[in-house]
């Protein structure tokens, strides 16, 4: 008895001091409630004291506040209206154009209808044209503005033609459809002048979209440049007269720069008042073409794979010579064909053997009249279209659309091929050996001279039915 007395009076100050220190700890635990659990430790305490706040508690607490900051940082609309699909217009440009400002210091400044976003998908240089080209050009976003400045500054006496491009978005991506053009000068005046013309990808036979324009002045070497439309097609206005260096380029990495490999074309342009060209791109290469591949079409075709483009015009006799090894017997060639000319034949050749004789006539019996033939099929005449407003009868038609005129000019010009077909005057023989020499010559007039061996496989032999 004496013993559990003992005891029990030893364990009785020790329960008060455990309640004494949690009521510390659950007082220290209200002010700073992320170090309770470390404070109950520090000092000896039961972790899971009755009087700690429960842990679920706590969860619950950290987790609304998190959504109250996440809430906080999140740009949203303000509730209660429909959404903005209104994008940002134009609403000053400073200076106007067709002005001359001497001594001109300031940025050109384009202003909005509302705040625009600093990185339209692209950066914000790439977005604005300044021709003659800067050697270092400084854009600056100013909330509902941009400004656009040469960092070496506006030079005196030159007639400046500064662009902004279709693609400016505001803080809701609503793109703006339409760009600006302004010309002014910084002292001289404005010329009355215009560079226009078309830019046709030979290689691809197709028009040039985003194609890059240099006028290179002589002797001062001033860059005017510019971009072509959707339909390979630009119009410069404001050159100075003069004499300039036109290049033409097939932009195919964006950069805004002629580089190494990329198609091209140049010509020299007078320009006095108004000059027009059409550049026929490719790519310009001073090594001759060799044979990339030999492929046997048929029993009496064989279709021949350069590196490079051809020239346009029909290959000569002996420019591709045909022999049989291993005594280098010649093979006589029947004729050389680019792939246009090939599949074009290839084509009149089939319409022509699936056509029916429409000439022949059953015959009649002994004694019974020849039927009469039927009439041709009348095809009817198209109406001719509708004139606009105010349009009278016998008024000159408008331009030919961009498209056709496209197409008038590639018939002129096919595009350029890598391939030719040889026709065979005689078959070639199965698991013979023949060497094929050409000799050939790319658009810019290097000549290539090559080799190669040609072994036709055995035909497979469709007579013969599978088992």
Avoid at 152 to 169: C, K, Q, S
Avoid at 458 to 464: E, K, L, M, P
Wanted: hydrophobic content about 40%; glycine content about 6%; some cysteine.
């Amino acid at each position: 008895m004496a013993r559990a007395e003992g005891d029990t009076g030893g364990k009785a100050p020790r329960a008060g001091m455990y309640v004494s220190r949690a009521r510390n700890a659950e007082r220290g635990a209200r002010n700073y409630p992320v170090s309770r659990q470390s404070f109950h430790c520090l000092h000896g305490l039961p972790v899971r004291s009755a009087l700690r706040t429960p842990r679920s508690a706590l969860t619950a607490s950290w987790t609304a506040l998190a959504f109250l900051l996440g809430a906080c940082a999140t740009i949203q609309e303000p509730p209660g209206g429909p959404p903005d699909l209104t994008p940002p217009s134009l609403v000053s440009v400073t200076p106007d154009s067709g002005v001359v400002v001497p001594g001109l210091k300031t940025p050109v400044l384009f202003r909005f209808s509302e705040v625009v976003s600093e990185r339209p998908g692209a950066a914000l240089d790439q977005m604005v044209l300044v021709s003659p080209r800067p050697r270092v050009l400084d854009v600056s976003w100013r909330r509902d503005a941009i400004a656009v400045k040469p960092r070496e500054g506006w030079r005196t006496g030159v007639p400046y033609r500064v662009t902004l491009l279709p693609g400016i978005i505001d803080l809701r991506n609503n793109k703006m459809p339409t760009g600006k053009t302004v010309i002014f000068s910084a002292g001289a005046e404005i010329p009355a002048t215009t560079l226009r013309g078309r830019v046709i990808d030979w290689e691809v036979g197709s028009a040039a979209p985003r194609a890059l324009i240099e006028a290179v002045g002589l002797p001062d070497s001033l860059v005017y440049w510019d971009l072509t439309d959707s339909a390979g097609t630009f119009t410069m206005a404001a050159v100075p007269p003069g004499r300039y260096v036109v290049f033409a380029t097939v932009d195919r990495n964006t950069n805004r720069r002629h580089d190494y490999r990329e198609p091209f074309d140049s010509t020299i342009v007078t320009l006095d008042s108004s000059a027009q060209y059409t550049f026929w791109a490719f790519t310009h290469d001073s090594v001759g073409p060799r044979i990339r591949t030999l492929t046997r079409v048929d029993s009496l075709t064989i279709r021949i794979e350069f590196n490079q483009a051809l020239r346009p015009q029909p290959a000569e006799p002996g420019d591709i010579v045909v022999a049989q090894l291993p005594d280098s017997t010649p093979v006589p060639v029947e004729r050389v064909l680019g792939q246009a000319a090939y599949d074009s034949l290839q084509a009149t050749e089939r319409k022509a053997a699936a056509k029916p004789d429409s000439a022949a006539v059953v015959p009649a019996r002994p004694g019974q009249p020849q039927p009469p033939r039927p009439p041709p099929p009348v095809t009817p005449r198209p109406a001719a279209p509708a004139l606009p407003p105010g349009v009278a009868p016998g008024t000159p038609s408008a331009p030919a659309p961009q498209d056709s005129i496209l197409l008038r000019l590639l018939r002129e010009r096919p595009k350029l091929s890598a391939t030719l077909v040889v026709r065979m005057s005689t078959p070639l023989q199965p698991k013979t050996r023949y060497v094929v020499r050409a000799r050939v010559m790319n658009p810019t007039g290097a000549i290539g001279e090559s080799t190669s061996v040609l072994v036709p496989p055995v035909a497979a032999d469709t007579t013969r039915k599978a088992r």
